[in-house]
């Protein structure tokens, strides 16, 4: 889409996502640093993250689904690619084709991927995923107990890692982070004797914070890599990637006690100039934000106000200069005075959503990084 045609301008800066890839490797050193890149790439384009985050080093990626896996092997066939659904019914044959390794979250996984080696006659590689805490996928410790009791069931399988994942990593404080780290290192050893001495990976975006005790071997963050900040009440130590601006479309002086937007949510007390954004919930920017959240002009933060509506805000720009803020001009929405995790704040969600959620009428363009 062209610049001229679009509501919004959405800004990736590659260069800045390769700056945060190497932060989190160098910290996390001598572990291995992996990335998470479901969803196509957190929102942001798989195409192009995941050949930016190769450029920058990354060998190791993590998706979701095996649609995903594909995607992401025709940009990188050199890399490690794992599947954290484990195996869906009847994709054998697709994991093996396109050199996915599955994230193994239960017996049956296992017994599925086991059954399969031996039928191909080769030693194939998976992740073995034990549930240390948190609940969704992953193998708890009765399982754990019923693959040591079968140990040849592992025969034809090459367990690369031993991983598990953190519920409250992004509370550093909370006694549940050392519990699932010890816990993690128990269900190591009740497995067969190959594995007692396997790789081990815990540590997320907040994890990768937490300190070297749960770098282990490896380390998978994902939204630390596009900006978010994995330390929540601290400076944000990552570089910003995203910047969402929107256009704008009129600007109205108004006088008092006049209702904006749908509902009449907002009734101005004074005399005003109210702009017309061309963004709304359409667009992935959350109808929660409509009296919340906050925008920028020149770095002046000025206010949302009224509800969001499909296709528009209206921001209360009486504290910006007149020449500042024109029809054709451009406000931020994410980025520059208005930080991503501001914004999720203000939406009363996280900002994995916020990303994810971006719309497709953007215009979006991408900085490239050096590499």
């Known amino acids: 889409m ?5 509501g919004a301008h959405l ?3 590659l260069g800045a996502l390769q700056e945060n890839y190497r932060l989190l490797r160098n910290k996390a050193a001598p572990a291995e640093c992996a990335a998470s890149v479901k969803a196509d790439g957190y929102g942001l384009g798989i195409e192009r993250v995941g050949p930016a985050l190769y450029a920058a080093g990354c060998r190791r ?3 979701a689904l095996p649609a995903e896996g594909i995607a992401l092997r025709r940009l990188l066939p050199d890399a490690k690619i794992h599947i954290l659904a484990g195996l869906l019914p009847e994709t054998e ?5 396109h050199q996915l390794d599955p994230v193994l979250n239960s017996l049956h996984d296992i017994r599925r991927w086991a ?4 039928e191909t006659g080769k030693t194939l590689p998976a992740l073995l995923h034990l549930d240390t805490g948190i609940t969704r996928l992953g ?5 754990i107990k019923a693959l040591a009791a079968e140990p ?5 399988l090459h367990i690369e890692f031993l991983m598990s994942h953190l519920s409250c990593a992004d509370m550093p404080a909370h006694p549940l982070n050392r519990e699932q780290l010890e816990k993690l290192k128990y269900f190591r050893d009740l497995l067969p004797a190959p594995l007692k001495e396997a790789p081990l990976s815990l540590a997320n975006s907040s994890g990768v914070f937490l300190g070297s005790d749960y770098h282990l071997d490896m380390v998978r963050p994902g939204i630390a890599l596009f900006g978010g900040n994995p330390e929540p009440g601290r400076p944000n130590p990552m570089a910003e990637v995203v910047h969402l601006q929107g256009r704008i479309l009129q600007v109205q002086d108004v006088d008092s006690e006049i209702g904006v937007g749908y509902g009449a949510t907002f009734r101005t007390e004074k005399s005003s100039r109210i702009a017309t954004v061309s963004v709304g919930y359409a667009d992935g920017y ?14 002046v933060k000025v206010p949302v106000i009224g509800r969001v509506s499909m296709d528009m805000i209206t921001i209360d720009v009486s504290r910006v200069a007149k020449e500042d803020c024109q029809p054709g001009g451009f406000v931020d929405l994410i980025g520059g005075a208005v930080p991503l995790d501001d914004v999720a704040a203000h939406a009363e969600t996280i900002p994995y959503e916020i990303l994810t959620a971006l719309g497709n009428r953007y215009y979006r363009e991408y900085l490239e990084g050096a590499g």
């Open 2 to 6: 062209e610049r001229k045609l679009a």
């Open 11 to 13: 800004t990736i800066n």
């Open 61 to 63: 990626f993590f998706v």
């Open 93 to 97: 044959e697709i994991y093996l084709e």
């Open 115 to 118: 059954a399969f080696a031996r």
């Open 139 to 143: 193998m708890l410790e009765a399982e």
């Open 152 to 156: 040849d069931l592992l025969g034809n």
């Open 286 to 299: 959350f109808r929660a934000l409509g009296n919340k959240a906050e925008c920028a002009v020149n770095d």
